[in-house]
């Protein structure tokens, strides 16, 4: 079992940034691929980054604002949000796969506004 804990969401304006943080249990954190989604209101959730042990991919969206990061020691994930547009609203979900399971953390809001 793996529990995800985010935190980091908030109020900003167009142009702002935000860094959210996935803090997640377990003793082998280092060998899960991690991902951060979302999901605006009336929208699917979508992809926004994942990172593993050798890669880290970016949904075009975000390509160039955001940037994953991962402190093994820690076990925690994160998501630097710059230059945040108001279609970058939505509620943002930290992911973790491990043995072909998926775990989602509650959620945390971001929204952009002025």
């Known amino acids: 079992q793996v529990q995800l804990v985010e935190s980091g969401g908030g109020l900003v304006q167009p142009g702002g940034s935000l860094r959210l943080s996935c803090a997640a249990s377990?003793?082998?954190?280092?060998?899960?691929?991690m991902g951060w989604y979302r999901q605006a209101p009336g929208k699917q959730r979508e992809l926004v980054a994942i990172?593993?042990?050798?890669?880290?991919t970016y949904s075009d969206s975000v390509k160039g604002r955001f940037t994953i990061s991962r402190d093994n020691a820690k076990n925690t994930m994160y998501l630097q949000m710059n230059s945040l547009k108001p279609e970058d609203t939505a509620v943002y979900y930290c992911?973790?796969?491990?043995?072909?399971?998926?775990?989602w953390g509650q959620g945390t809001q971001v929204t952009v506004s002025s």
């Open positions: 992911n973790a796969k491990t043995f072909g399971i998926n775990y």
């Open positions: 377990g003793s082998i954190f280092s060998r899960y691929a």
């Open positions: 990172i593993t042990s050798d890669s880290i």
